[in-house]
């Protein structure tokens, strides 16, 4: 599931929309809400914007328009949009899991 929240999440980032409909399509009804809040969070450290300049916020290459971003977070860094992914991911299920327990007792 990480590999399919890239590209949204990277679109996110880049200031393009990602449509619920699509999310869904790729992780499933029950996981979209918390997709969603991966994508929100981790698209926050996907780039820079200084003044009118939009650059990368992993390795600050920079200025790049929106498509240009687009292009190289995918094509460049994905590998490291993964990593945040599933790391965001784990501890927002972590946050579920953890508040389901609660509400059991």
């Known amino acids: ?58 390795c600050d290459r920079g200025p790049l328009t929106r498509k240009g971003l687009f292009l190289h977070l995918t094509r460049v860094h994905r590998e490291e949009v993964k990593a945040l992914v599933r790391d965001e991911l784990t501890r927002e299920l972590k946050k579920v899991a953890h508040a389901g327990k609660a509400d059991l007792l």
Do not use: H, Y
Not at 28 to 33: T, V
């Open 1 to 58: 599931m990480v590999e399919k929240l890239v590209v949204p999440t990277v679109k996110v980032a880049c200031g393009f929309k990602v449509e619920d409909n699509e999310l869904i399509a790729l992780v499933g009804f029950a996981m979209a809400p918390t997709s969603r809040e991966v994508l929100t969070k981790v698209s926050f450290w996907l780039f820079k914007i200084n003044g009118s300049v939009l650059k990368c916020g992993i």
